[in-house]
């Protein structure tokens, strides 16, 4: 049967389910095509086939134990819907049929994308439109093609084939721009690990050549002026590299919190939908602290004493390779011991991140809704949750500083053990006369400073355990796919007229659950617009998409005729002015609140724009007038009063679409009036969508959309709906009216 | 002296209906589709099953949905204990239940390895040993209940670990030093 099919999908059907087909007097030839589930209706795993026809669906199992259909045949002719009905952790195919829908097949989430592809083809069918079957068989958008491996997003890079760098050697790259400067700190380490050489080997001459055999009395002035000019070059060169360490790491930690926040600006709404703030915060404030001191670490931390011990470790032999062997005992404790470290504490690292970044976000909550908490007498309890944070912090931390605390010790011990076998055997040596007792007292302060680079070196895994684990939270952001596509070759829209069309849009913020569904409409340029509708029913969703926070997954938006994918961003967010319910202002003077969408406005326009909002009133009678101080999200002004600096903000801007979302809802009555007004000047003579529960502040409106459900459900101008009696938006005007006399 | 008022009488608030046997009968029509009469009110057909606490109370509070002709999913009214309910009528419930929630229980946590920021879990679930990937990120693990984890997997399948201080010690460890969270 598959053979002369248009499409099969995956793979070939099984025979079973060819001989059930065939049963049913389905062929080869019949078949458009057929996808698999990985469910029965039990929720049991098994391979379940939807086969489809021009005249029927329906479901066989693969191992045919059945004989029969699982579900179906389902004529198409009697077939009113097809949906697919989400779940938990997977989804239905159903069909409607008598006007309730019935289960045709069940599958995992795993098969979800490619049953929504189904889906759309098997809508095309029952709405008599022509198939788009290479759709189902177009590359996942969810794993890589080649390998297999899940993409981090929609569409994104796989990070096996691309051949993505490890965390590490991401982190020396960013050191690339200031080689220069690290080949010079290098130069001046490799100076002073020559430096650090020198004194035992002095130490030897002064032992054995003046002080025991007084040969060279003369020389002990001439030995201690070097070992003072050592020194002191010495600390010379740790000043230099110091400083050079400094500025090139706080050069490296600038540049990555510039990218970090340049990358957060550029990321999708969506991102920030699943990712608390307090979290994003740490990242930015605290994990690139551990960059700054990565080149310290990288440089003097790590390169120095490796270079130490292998100076040192070369003199040892040179001078008498039996002790030097004697030395090296410890290193293999000291290698198990940083082993069993990495692995027992690098995880625990984790969990002191997460402790902090917890009580960073119950913080932030608890301080910004302090009123909230303080309403609802919820004091107690919120001391209660903070102090369930302070434990768990404490805990992270006593469980990472114990095990540090008792780490360094046994090693420290592990190294005094080695010192001692030095003392024992070449004690012997110097009483045999096999060895100076200069060459003893040199040995033994070569070992001195071996044994430190080697506890700092493996001490070093402590640090980069720390780092690692930070360094991953910094990447995890700058890799974060940027969901919304940027136009190869943007459209200037400079100067934005403001009709705006939607063409079959379905759109949800889960890809399968679709909050608005096949919506259209058109808004001609310059009018007022209203979206009414309960609360859900998808009307923010709309603005969304009209400011392009999000994309449709299907349909289009189109902004002057022109896709809003292919317009250049820019110009849309420029011309597009949002007016919240909840208004965000700025800490900082109420000039500046205004002034945020134009900078450079003069402030005379600043006041045009404050007048025109009412705001201008309110704002004469401060101390400081314009230059008055806000605090956090505008404290200090009311709600109606923080509304029309935001109105104001919008004016300035001369928008040539105005999106108004509730914009009057959280406000009472009397600034709501002198919101009113101020919008009646914002809302010449440019495109107005308002969002808004007040129906009676729509009656002006050109015309009015009823969103219900995902769906326009009415249309028309406020007189035009209020003829339809069993209308939503006369029903919702009728409530409201009862409303307003029950307040009365 | 004034005599003190009485307080008057709350309005009752309708809240959520309650479906109860006496009043409620839960059939099976063609196709398997669920159905759900009650008294004094229409025939409810197309009916599904949701829990309204899966996780405090996974056996009880279970409300009951059809949807219309518009298209629009609506509550026909809440069960509150199945168990009073006919036999029959439970194990339809039940049924409809069970097609609701594809969801895995993680018994044991054999491996967890990270690679290309994936998480690659090995565990064992109800269904037996079996391999999975997650993104790591700390939306891919939410909290199930006080003690517990719900992983999504690359795909969105959803990995139940009901209470993470009951898995083995060496599994347990496993899986914290990674999902930390």
């Known amino acids: ?744 | 002296m004034t005599t003190p008022q009485s307080t008057p009488a709350l309005a009752p608030a309708p809240g959520v209906r309650r479906l109860t046997p006496d009043k409620t009968t839960i059939f099976e029509g063609v196709l398997s589709v669920l159905h759900c009469a009650i008294q004094n009110d229409q025939l409810y057909r197309g009916v599904f099953a949701i829990r309204m606490f899966p996780v405090r109370h996974p056996t009880r509070f279970i409300s009951l949905h059809f949807t219309d002709l518009d298209d629009k999913d609506r509550e026909i009214g809440v069960i509150e204990d199945l168990s009073v309910f006919p036999p029959e009528q439970q194990a339809l419930v039940q049924r409809d239940l069970a097609a609701h929630y594809h969801e895995k229980i993680i018994r044991r946590v054999f491996e967890v390895k990270y690679e290309y920021g994936l998480l690659f879990f090995e565990v064992e679930t109800q269904d037996g040993r079996e391999k999975f990937e997650m993104q790591w990120r700390g939306d891919r693990a939410e909290e199930y209940g006080d003690a517990g984890r719900v992983l999504l997997d690359a795909l969105d399948n959803r990995y139940i670990i009901p209470d993470v201080e009951a898995l083995p010690p060496a599994d347990r460890q496993r899986f914290t030093n990674f999902i930390y969270w």
Not at chain 1, 71 to 83: D, S
């Open chain 1, 1 to 744: 049967m598959p053979e002369g099919s248009s499409l099969v999908l995956i793979r070939q059907l099984p025979e079973p389910v060819v001989a059930a087909a065939s049963r049913l007097g389905i062929t080869g030839a019949d078949c458009l095509f057929c996808v698999r589930a990985d469910l029965d209706h039990t929720g049991k795993a098994r391979d379940v086939w939807l086969v489809v026809t021009q005249k029927v669906l329906v479901a066989f199992a693969a191992d045919g134990v059945e004989g029969t259909p699982l579900t179906g045949p389902f004529e198409i002719a009697a077939t009113e819907k097809v949906r697919t009905f989400q779940t938990v952790g997977g989804a239905i195919l159903q069909v409607m049929r008598d006007g309730f829908y019935s289960n045709v097949l069940r599958y995992s989430n795993s098969r979800r994308e490619i049953f929504g592809r189904a889906r759309q083809q098997l809508e095309r069918l029952v709405d008599g439109r022509p198939l788009q079957l290479e759709s189902l068989s177009a590359p996942s958008d969810l794993v890589c093609a080649t390998c297999a491996l899940p993409l981090p997003g929609r569409g994104a890079a796989c990070p096996r084939c691309s051949q993505h760098a490890g965390l590490m050697r991401r982190s020396l790259a960013l050191m690339k721009p200031y080689t220069g400067r690290i080949a010079m700190m290098v130069i001046m380490m490799v100076a002073g690990v020559s430096l650090d050489l020198l004194p035992p080997l002095l130490t030897k001459v002064l032992v054995d050549d003046v002080l025991k055999e007084r040969a060279h009395v003369n020389w002990l002035e001439w030995i201690l002026l070097i070992l003072v000019t050592t020194a002191t070059l010495r600390g010379l060169l740790n000043v230099l590299i110091g400083r050079t360490s400094v500025t090139v790491g706080t050069q490296i930690s600038k540049a990555l919190r510039e990218q970090l926040q340049a990358k957060l600006m550029r990321l999708s709404v969506d991102y920030y939908d699943r990712h608390a703030v307090g979290s994003l915060m740490s990242r930015v404030l605290y994990d690139t602290e551990y960059f700054q001191g990565f080149v310290h670490q990288v440089a003097q931390g790590f390169l120095v004493n490796v270079m130490l011990v292998l100076g040192i470790g070369s003199m040892l032999f040179f001078m008498n390779w039996q002790l030097a062997l004697l030395v090296l005992l410890p290193i293999p404790f000291v290698v198990t011991g940083t082993i069993f470290f990495w692995k027992r504490i690098y995880p625990r690292y984790y969990r002191l991140w997460d402790s902090q970044s917890k009580m960073a976000q119950l913080l932030s909550g608890f301080l910004s809704g302090i009123r909230l908490v303080k309403t609802f007498g919820q004091e107690e309890r919120e001391r209660e949750r903070f102090t369930q944070a302070a434990q768990y912090i404490r805990q992270a931390r006593v469980t990472v500083e114990t095990s540090t605390a008792t780490f360094n010790p046994i090693m420290a011990f592990v190294f005094s053990l080695g010192g001692l076998l030095i003392w024992e055997a070449g004690g012997h040596s110097v009483l045999e006369d096999r060895i100076s007792l200069g060459t003893l007292m040199a040995f033994l302060g070569y070992v001195g400073m071996f044994y430190g680079p080697i506890s700092a070196i493996s001490m070093f895994s402590n640090w980069v355990t720390g780092f690692l684990s930070s360094a991953q939270r910094v990447f995890e952001i700058l890799d974060a796919q940027v969901t919304l596509s940027v136009p190869k070759n943007p459209k200037p829209l400079p100067d934005l007229r403001g009709a705006i069309e939607f063409r079959n849009v379905t759109f949800g913020y889960d890809p399968y659950v679709p909050v608005l569904k096949n919506v259209s409409f058109k808004i001609e340029a310059g009018q007022f617009v209203g979206i009414v509708g309960k609360s859900g029913s998808g009307k923010t969703t709309v603005v969304n998409l009209v400011c392009r926070f999000y994309d449709p997954q299907e349909g289009e938006v189109f902004i002057d005729g022109v896709n809003v994918r292919d317009v250049d961003t820019h110009d849309l967010h420029r011309q597009v002015a949002l007016v919240l319910q909840e208004p965000f202002l700025f800490r900082g003077s109420i000039s500046e609140n205004i002034a945020y969408g134009r900078p450079g406005a003069a402030p005379v326009a600043i006041m045009d724009a404050a007048r025109n909002a009412n705001a201008h009133e309110f704002v004469c009678k401060r101390h400081a007038a314009y230059d008055t101080r806000l605090g956090e999200r505008g404290a200090g002004l009311s709600g109606g009063e923080r509304q029309r600096i935001s109105i104001a903000r919008a004016l300035l801007c001369e928008p040539k679409v105005l999106i108004l979302d509730e914009a009057t809802s959280s406000v009472d009555t009397e600034s709501e009036q002198e919101i009113q007004k101020a919008l009646a000047v914002l809302c010449k003579g440019r495109t107005t969508i308002a969002i808004a529960h007040r129906l009676s502040t729509l009656k002006s409106a050109d015309h009015i959309l009823v969103i219900d459900e995902g769906r326009v459900a009415e249309s028309g101008t406020h007189d035009a709906l209020m003829t339809k009696q069993d209308g939503i938006y006369h029903k919702l005007v009728m409530i409201q009216t009862q409303l307003t006399r029950l307040e009365m």
